[in-house]
């Protein structure tokens, strides 16, 4: 149909007999017709329109989050609402916000990763909700975890954190953290130990891990015992476990080079290099592992939705403890915030509270996604009803006090992205072998350290 | 002797020439087949090592007592293939041995094997200085404790017209049942879930008025280039061609600027009206006109015809093949283009998301369904493909020329 | 100028109505310049904006007024200076009746009800195979073949009526009027109504003949008119921003607020690096250079000394070189094939047009959706391309009873393959497009040369060296410099086959991504400004340099 077309319209071009030459003139007045369509489908006079977005990892989350518009449409007065999947991961979600932000045609409230709030507030993007937050009787701060809380609380002028610093930036629209996938067919198969019932006795270490790994990977040449995705989560993770990390405690300066942090990267190097038990490292072990070919899985509690349609005997367990006797795991955990330059900040504002509310989280935990960012067991226990995985108390296990989770969060004394810009090269050096642990060491701190604001 | 020498090399040459031929036409060919035939696959098929490039589907067979069809293999009875159904998976079997003697070695269900002195008081024995729990498995009526080797796990593998026969074997590298045959709901689904259609007609509206517009002011442009004489002619000329070498990523982030000025960020305008004024497409066609032998239209100056005359109804109608080179790049050019795209639609109003951009979506979506990945792939690439196979002779021959004139 | 005939009254009128005009405009754009500074006029535009107006319509004024005066001195350039005036006067409010009747926004709202309306357009494609059906019945009566034009004409116009209807045209209309009532819209419309009616008054003949217009002042207007809707479009959507961009690359234009001027730090930051003499081969970066300002970007050792390269931005010099490696790798691979493939296609053999137009296929493919075929092909576990090479290493080991290890490269994640990858995926696709820019120039070449070549007993490979090289030189230059200019350019593969699209340990980096990256993610504009012109700078350089050689070459075939 369409080549039909095109060269039916090469022809108008091209032969330009008087006949045709009115049809070619005329696409200037086809253009206008459907802007009448579009009116039709404006809002009623009275309602204010406001559009939403949050990034959505797959079809499942996108199917979550309308439903959820669709219920929140009825329930606020005077407001129409209109969600947008906005692009996933791989299609710079962030980016593609900034763009829009600077053209104008950004979102009212968007969701933005815990990483980047910093960067966005800094530059004046979103908006400090301090005063709308002051007036709204039953917003407060200590409803939702900590860890987040004090970035979005985070008065970078003063440098408070907290109820009163004078800065909200906007409320964490969930939490989560990593657990690994188990793919039981392949363990069964290859006879290793079941990583839930070592993980309940507290015999779930890095050898263990490494066992299990080892002995799947055994299964054949295109079985992998350990996938992990390569973005600056799955390796932090490591770094954390063996009690080194990305930062200094006030996160001021790069301890990527310290002994622990470097014992951390060289295991999950051996698991690359040396004992050849993981996916290779920058393709994505999602497809692999949904194909049945991953044994462990890492991966947040947002692949569940996506994880939940293979066709294998699955299920989670908490990620293994390493030298400094936590998993070190992350609390991720991303925010709704609100355009700075929105005409309509209160509803907005609304909006964003009643994306968070106990009610709303609830659901969306009953519907899988993601774990609720407000401390209440209540929104706990609507998450642990949702089953498939049956273990979905790896997760919560991820997150409580004694695991001692370090919060994902932003760089106030620098620049999250271009920090990560300088990381993870490096790091992806290592792991492919390009470059040694020790060479790492030696280099990495004096460049990512430009990144700080001295 | 001779002659036949000279035939056989003749034969020789042709037979490296064609054989040289083809396999860079499989080369080129590949790609296309496979996204092609991938694209009809399920999820599945598509993770297969080795691969196939065919698609397939798992046949199913409804026994009697199972609710749900259950998928067919093929396993080894008594040295002929059957084909069985797969009735439960992750059987768990040990393979045991006793402590002394680790090489006669037996398997049996983890589930018929009992823990040597019961659950809560397990008998162990040590081997090679590691502590080893033994089991109870009874071997030709008699129970020995022995030690569990390794283990794994079988499916039950049965008849279908006879449930009774059962055979247990290893799932995973059991071969399954499978007919050729696609999957053209693919299609449907990536149309449906992922604004393939009206990407789709976006890029064709695009296409169609990009090559459209272009072809007016480029015509006009390069008559006035090639046949009309004012004052300053040649010096906006020789601007026109000192800017074709300027690759468009230099206007980028202007432009984009620009567009946030005139607010047409986010609209379908700003992938149309900047692109159909252009210096190469003036320049070819003024190459074009210049070629034209000028009595003609001298002659209908006499005539009293007017210059959008001569130009409507003499240098048009005898530009066809020019026309349709120009019309061929801007094609290519508007349908394939992304970076620009990429800047300045809004991500979420997929509303206006050309092909390009309803791709670089789904590949993030759908990244563990590469069928669906190329089922789209396939929905951006086979329009120009059908236009290139319609009019193979014109882009061919358009690109020939504008190498001879470049 | 000697023969002058006499004015009609109906002329002469309207000539005096022109320079009431004429003044009466420049009254008005000098009112209006006034006006603007008063605060009376758009009191809200920035102050560019309003420099901008003043110096268009102070110009307008003048002009005007000198032309009111030439008019009624019965000058032609007085008809000259109306007509451009009003010309330009016309296509703005032209422009701004459209704007303000929402006619480009509009084009969304098409792409709502296009599709409903493609099977009428179907209908038109109809109407004109008709009249390529005419074509093929020639002459068998004289009658048949006209009614054969006739109905191709009515169904594609009746088609196209259709498909206006299908798709809101009236609807649309309605909604442009409706916008336009309003009084911008009001004031445009009568401003195209008014200029309209004074260009008719100019472009009359009779008119032209009372100022004593020539034959080549008609041309010049002519060739204006002609040239003016691709130069204004020009003009505004390429030489402006080129210009835009130019003052950018001085500032530190972030898109959030506004620039302030830099100078040359953008620039200078770019090409701020340090070359260092290393003493040992390892010796680290913080010994030799300042780290607080330079990165290490690489080193090049010889023996036991070596030399350190460190630059102010890592990432460009990264970029540069990715850039500069892909198209040495990308053109020699898309052009040399492409050479030996169109002098098999060019022997007289059958089916050569077929091989040809398999060869142009990937060329006209999405360069967005080819990556994403190919990112499949090059699965480390799956892919199409490590199980050929699986396949082919068995083959040789059975064959030799050799035991080649399978390298099973992880093409795209491994920073030793992955611009490779890239690569691969450029010459695959223009390949066959230098190809049949090949077989062009090689059907140009005057077969009397073989010929004559043939007489003297020279060989195949004799005539490929001294005949069919030299004479394709031009096309060989055009291939190579089109081939590199648009291999500089590479982005889209990486960024769709990358993730991320720096590629493993940057070694994807490449130049156009990095502007992106600059301007499009850390929205440092300016910055990414700046690199566009190096980039630039160094296009223009690579092709001026084989630009020489191409000259060079000819002067000494001649």
Known sequence: MISVLVIASFALAACGSPATEAPVEAPAAT??????????????????????????????????????????????????????????????????????????????????PGTDVADFATRGLILNAADLAAATPDFSVDDFYAGPMFHLTYNPETGAAGADSGAVWGIPRDVSTFALYLNMDLINEAGAPDPRELAANGEWTWDAFLDVAQKTRALGSDIYGYGASAWWGPYGVWLNASGGGFFTEDRSACALNTPESLAGLDFQRSLYQDYDVATPYGEDPEPTFRAGKVAMFQNGRWATPGVRTVDFEWDVVQLPDGPSGTAGNWLFWGAYVINANTEHPEEAWALAQALTTAQTQGKIAALGANIPSRVSQEALDSFLTFTPPANNQAFLNGIAADANPTAEGPLWAGSWPEFDKVMGPAIQGVLTGATTVDDFGTTICDEANKVFTQ | MKIQSYRFLQFLNKFITYFVLTFFA???????????????????????YPPRMLPRNPETVVVDGYDEPLPLYFVDVDGTQKEYALAKSNIKVGTYAPADNLTATVERYLTEVKPTGGATNQQKVTVNGE????????????????????????????????????????????????????????????????????????????????????????????????????????????????????????????????????????????????????????????????????????????????????????????????????????????WNSFIWPLVIINVGNEKNHVLTLALNVLRGRASDTPNLILAGAAIAIIPPLIVFILGQRFFVESVASSGVKG | MTTHLPTDPRTENLLRISIIWRGLFTLLSAAGAIFLWTGTLLPDSPLWQKIIITVTLVTASVFSGIGAVQISRRNHSGRMISLVVDYLAFVICVVAALTIGEVFIGIDALAETFTSGLPYLGIVALGYFLG????????????????????????????????????????????????????????????????????????????????????????????????????????????????????????????????????????AKILNVRFALLTSPDQLARDVVNIKVYDEVGRFIFGNRGILFAAADKFFWLALRNTLTFVLFAVPLSVIPALILSNVLNSKLPGMKFYRAIYFMP????????????????????????????????????????????????????????????????????????????????????????????????????????????????????????????????????????????????????????????????????????????????????????????????????
Request: no cysteine.
């Open chain 3, 363 to 558: 060329s006209i493919a999405a360069v967005v959706g080819i990556s994403l075929v190919w990112q499949w092909l090059y699965n480390a576990t799956v892919g199409y391309i490590n199980y050929f090479i699986t396949l082919g290493i068995d083959f040789w080991n059975n064959l030799f009873n050799l035991a080649i290890v399978d390298p099973k490269i992880q093409w795209v994640s491994d920073e030793k393959t992955a611009l490779l990858a890239v690569v691969l995926i450029a010459a695959w696709q223009t390949m066959g497009f230098n190809t049949v820019l090949f077989l062009a120039g090689l059907q140009n070449i005057p077969g009397e040369l073989y010929e004559a070549a043939t007489v003297d007993g020279a060989g195949a490979w004799d005539k490929f060296w001294s005949i069919t090289l030299p004479m394709l030189a031009p096309t060989t230059f055009y291939v190579v410099s089109t081939t590199t200019i648009q291999a500089m350019q590479v982005f889209e593969q990486v960024f769709i086959l990358m993730n991320p699209a720096e590629g493993p340990n940057n070694s994807t980096i490449t130049l156009v991504l990095y502007l992106y990256r600059s301007g499009f993610q850390n929205f440092q504009q300016g910055y990414a400004s700046a690199i566009a012109w190096v980039l630039f700078i160094v296009i223009f350089g690579l092709t001026l340099i084989q630009f020489q050689r191409q000259r060079k070459s000819s002067i000494y075939e001649s």
């Open chain 2, 131 to 334: 502590e080893v729990k033994l089991f109870d498995v009874e071997v030709d009526g008699q129970v020995i404790p022995m030690i569990l080797v390794s283990q794994t796990t079988v499916g039950e593998f049965i008849d279908p017209k006879n449930p009774e026969n059962k055979i247990f074997q290893n799932v995973r590298l059991s071969t399954p049942v499978e007919t050729l045959g696609g999957h053209p709901e693919n299609y449907v689904e990536v149309i449906e879930l992922n604004n393939m259609a009206r990407a789709l007609t976006n890029t064709a509206l695009v296409t169609i008025l990009v090559v459209l517009g272009q072809l007016v002011t480029s015509v006009v442009g390069g008559y006035a280039f090639a046949r009309l004489k004012f004052p300053g002619r040649d010096t906006v000329f020789v601007f026109y061609l000192g800017t074709i070498m300027i690759p468009f990523v230099m206007l980028i982030v202007p432009l984009y600027q620009l567009m946030v000025l005139i607010g047409w960020t986010d609209r379908l305008a700003a992938l149309i009206i900047p692109w159909i004024f252009t210096a190469y497409g003036t320049f070819l066609m003024r190459q074009h006109f210049i070629t034209f032998p000028k009595e003609i239209e001298e002659a209908a100056l006499l005539d009293g015809a007017s210059r959008l005359q001569i130009l409507t109804q003499i240098l048009i109608p005898a530009s066809v093949p020019a026309l349709a080179t120009q019309a061929t790049f801007t094609f290519l050019y508007a």
């Open chain 3, 132 to 267: 390529v059906l005419d074509e093929y019945f020639p002459q068998k009566q004289q009658n048949s073949e006209t009614s054969l034009k006739v109905a191709s004409r009515w169904v594609m116009l009746g088609g196209f009526a259709l498909f206006l209807l299908q798709v809101g045209a009236i609807n649309g209309i309605l909604y442009f009027l409706g916008k336009l009532a309003q009084p911008a819209g009001i004031v445009s419309v009568t401003g195209v109504v008014i200029f309209g009616l004074s260009l008719w008054t100019m472009g009359r003949a009779a008119t032209a003949q009372a100022l004593h217009v020539k034959t080549n002042h008609e041309q010049i207007l002519n060739g204006w008119l002609f040239l003016s809707p691709n130069l204004l479009g020009f003009l505004i959507f390429f030489a402006g921003p080129l210009v835009l961009s130019f003052y950018f690359s001085f500032t530190d234009s972030d898109a959030f607020n506004t620039p302030s001027w830099v100078g040359f730090a953008n620039y």
């Open chain 2, 26 to 48: 499989l080369v080129m060919i590949f790609p296309f087949a496979y996204m092609l035939t991938t694209s009809f696959k399920i999820p599945a098929d598509t993770f297969r």
């Open chain 1, 31 to 112: 253009e206008v017709p459907a802007t009448e369509a579009a009116m039709t489908e404006a809002p009623a006079m009275e309602d204010v329109a406001i559009r939403w977005r949050t990034r959505p990892d797959n079809q499942e989350e996108i199917d979550v989050y309308s439903q959820i518009s669709t219920d929140l449409d009825g329930e606020l007065d005077g407001i129409t609402l209109t969600y947008e999947p906005g692009g996933s991961e791989g299609a710079n979600y962030q980016d593609q916000l900034k763009a829009e932000i600077a053209a104008g045609t950004a979102p009212d409230v968007f969701w933005i």
